[in-house]
C-alpha cells in the first residue's frame, strides 16, 4: 500500500492557514516543483487535494441534478446556470489533475492516468456533445452516446480518485469518511443516467392530467423531431424513450455491484447501506429544493436502500467466502432491491389513491432473473480477479 512510503517532512501543523486561499498559497510556495507520481505527500497537503476533489464532485452533483431537471421545463440553454454550476467543478478538476501531473504529489502512476484519461475523456465529450445539439438537435435522452461519454469521463475520473486515496490516505475515521463520499459520489454519477425515467414518468402524467412540466416550445420540438402533433405519443417520446427493463437492471443490478465493491473497500459492518444513505438523502433535500424553485421533481429512489442492506447482509453472512458472499448477495440483492421497488410503486395505488401520479417508474420485473444471475456471476468472479491483478502488480513492482 502507498500509505506506507515515507513521509514528506513539512511545515508544523500551526504552521498551515486555516482557509483554502492560505493553503493554496502555500502549497505553490512549497511543492510548486515537478516531481513523478508517489511523491511523498505530507498530510495537509493530501488532505487538500482531495478535500477540493470533493468540492468539484459536490459543484458537478448540484449543476448535473439541476440540469437533468431544467431539460425536462426547457429547451437546451449552453449558458443555463445548471451547466455553469458543473462548469465551476470541472474546472477545478483541471487544475487538480495539472497539480498532480506536474508535482506527482497525492496520487501514484495508475491513480494519475485513471484521473487524466477521466478528464480527457470528459473535455473530449463535452464539445462533442454541443456539436451533437447543433447538427440533431435537442437530445431527448439522458441515455444517448454523448451523455454516456460524459458519466464515463466522470467516472473513470472517479475511480482515480478514489485509488489514490485509498493507496496514499493513512487509516483513520477521516480517511472512512472520505472514503464513503468519494463512493456515494461514485453511486451517483453511475445512477444518473436513470434519472430519465424518474423525471420522465412525472412529466408525462402531469401532461396528461393537464398541467405539463414542459414548456410549449420543448413539447413542439420534441413533437417535430417525430413528425407529430403535440400529443401522447410525442410526449411519451419526450419524457419515456427508454425500454423499461432498462431501469431495474441499473438500478438494482449495476448499483448493487458498485455498493458491494464499496462495501469491500470501505471494510466496515453497514458501508454499503451508508453510501446507498447517503445518496438517497441528497435526493431527498433536492426533491424540496427543486419544486420549490418551480422545476419539474423525479421520483426518488428509495429502494436503494435495501439493496445497500442486502449487500451489507450478505458480507455479514458470508464471512470472507467467496462463492458464498456472492450467492447470498445476488439472492439478497434480488428480492430486497425489486420487493422495496414493488412495495415504493404501490405507495401511489395504497396511499394516493387516484392521485394521476407515480411513485416509481414502471419497470419489467422479468429483469429480476437477470440481475441475480448477473450479480453472481460477476461479484463471484471479482475476487479471483482482483487477486490475480494484486499478484501481477506485486511482480511487476518487484522486476
Not at 174 to 194: C, M, S
Not at 283 to 288: A, H, L, Y
Not at 381 to 395: E, F, Q
Amino acid at each position: 500500500m502507498m500509505s506506507g512510503m515515507a513521509k514528506a517532512v513539512d511545515v508544523p501543523a500551526d504552521v498551515i492557514p486555516r482557509s483554502p486561499i492560505g493553503k493554496t498559497r502555500l502549497f505553490f510556495t512549497r511543492h510548486w516543483h515537478r516531481g513523478a507520481p508517489g511523491q511523498p505527500t505530507p498530510d495537509w497537503v493530501l488532505r487538500f487535494c482531495y478535500g477540493m476533489w470533493l468540492a468539484a464532485f459536490a459543484f458537478k452533483l448540484l449543476g448535473s441534478s439541476w440540469d437533468m431537471s431544467w431539460h425536462f421545463r426547457w429547451l437546451r440553454d449552453d449558458l443555463a446556470p445548471p451547466h455553469l454550476i458543473n462548469t465551476v467543478g470541472t474546472v477545478i478538476i483541471v487544475v487538480l489533475v495539472a497539480i498532480h501531473s506536474y508535482t506527482g504529489l497525492g496520487c501514484d502512476k495508475r491513480s494519475l492516468r485513471l484521473m487524466q484519461i477521466g478528464l480527457l475523456t470528459f473535455l473530449v465529450a463535452a464539445p462533442l456533445d454541443v456539436i451533437n445539439h447543433r447538427v440533431n438537435g435537442l437530445d431527448l435522452t439522458a441515455w444517448s452516446p454523448s451523455h454516456m461519454m460524459l458519466y464515463l469521463g466522470t467516472g473513470i475520473m472517479q475511480a482515480g480518485v478514489l485509488l489514490g486515496w485509498l493507496r496514499l490516505a493513512p487509516p483513520g475515521r477521516f480517511r472512512t469518511g472520505v472514503l464513503l463520499a468519494l463512493w456515494a459520489f461514485f453511486l451517483e454519477n453511475t445512477f444518473f443516467p436513470n434519472g430519465q425515467q424518474e423525471y420522465g414518468i412525472l412529466g408525462l402524467r402531469a401532461w396528461e392530467r393537464g398541467t405539463p412540466e414542459a414548456e410549449k416550445s420543448l413539447l413542439d420540438f420534441a413533437a417535430n423531431q417525430i413528425g407529430h402533433p403535440v400529443d401522447r405519443t410525442a410526449v411519451l417520446h419526450f419524457t419515456m424513450p427508454i425500454p423499461e427493463w432498462v431501469y431495474p437492471l441499473w438500478g438494482i443490478g449495476v448499483m448493487a455491484l458498485i455498493l458491494a465493491l464499496a462495501r469491500q473497500t470501505l471494510g466496515r459492518r453497514w458501508s454499503a447501506s451508508l453510501v446507498a444513505l447517503a445518496y438517497v438523502a441528497y435526493r431527498s433535500v433536492m426533491w424540496p429544493l427543486l419544486l420549490g424553485l418551480g422545476f419539474p421533481v423525479s421520483t426518488v429512489p428509495f429502494y436503494l436502500l435495501f439493496v445497500g442492506l442486502a449487500v451489507d447482509l450478505a458480507f455479514a453472512i458470508g464471512r470472507d467466502h467467496g462463492l458464498l458472499t456472492a450467492g447470498v448477495g445476488a439472492l439478497l440483492v434480488t428480492a430486497f432491491g425489486y420487493g422495496a421497488f414493488w412495495l415504493q410503486s404501490q405507495f401511489r395505488p395504497w396511499v394516493l389513491g387516484d392521485a394521476h401520479t407515480e411513485s416509481a417508474p414502471p419497470a419489467a420485473y422479468w429483469t429480476a432473473a437477470v440481475v441475480l444471475a448477473g450479480v453472481f456471476v460477476l461479484w463471484a468472479a471479482a475476487g479471483p480477479a482482483s487477486r490475480r491483478w494484486a499478484a501481477r502488480r506485486s511482480v511487476l513492482e518487484t522486476a
